[in-house]
């Protein structure tokens, strides 16, 4: 039998290295956010918090108030408190 980099679950590993390396994408923080209602708002602050150096990902999630920003290092929580109240909204704090 010849060997395949897809495995039979169906997934797919092209790297001889072990662990987690290429799965990381930086520090996941989550923060708690109150005045989020609507596509708007959640486009207004994935572009306001998205800008800021070093964020690589913000999810949006309105249904519970959340928003999960993903960076190259631990984030600034100021400096994302800060550009949340200039949107318009308040960060009640981390989650």
Same mark, same amino acid.
């Given at each position: 039998?010849s060997?395949s980099?897809?495995?039979?679950? =169906?997934?797919?590993?092209?790297?001889?290295? /072990?662990?987690?390396? /290429?799965? /990381?994408? =930086?520090?996941?923080?989550? !923060?708690?956010?109150s005045?989020?209602t609507?596509?708007h708002?959640k486009?207004?602050l994935?572009?306001a918090?998205?800008?800021l150096?070093?964020?690589?990902?913000?999810?949006?999630?309105l249904?519970? =108030?959340l928003?999960?920003?993903?960076?190259?290092?631990?984030p600034?929580?100021?400096a994302i408190?800060?550009?949340?109240?200039?949107?318009? !909204?308040?960060?009640?704090?981390r989650?």
């Amino acid at each position: 039998m010849s060997s395949s980099c897809c495995s039979t679950d =169906g997934t797919c590993s092209t790297s001889t290295a /072990t662990g987690q390396a /290429t799965a /990381t994408e =930086g520090v996941s923080t989550t !923060y708690a956010v109150s005045g989020m209602t609507c596509g708007h708002c959640k486009a207004t602050l994935s572009k306001a918090i998205g800008e800021l150096d070093g964020v690589t990902k913000v999810d949006v999630d309105l249904d519970t =108030g959340l928003v999960t920003v993903v960076s190259a290092a631990e984030p600034n929580d100021s400096a994302i408190a800060e550009v949340v109240d200039d949107a318009g !909204y308040e960060l009640t704090g981390r989650a």
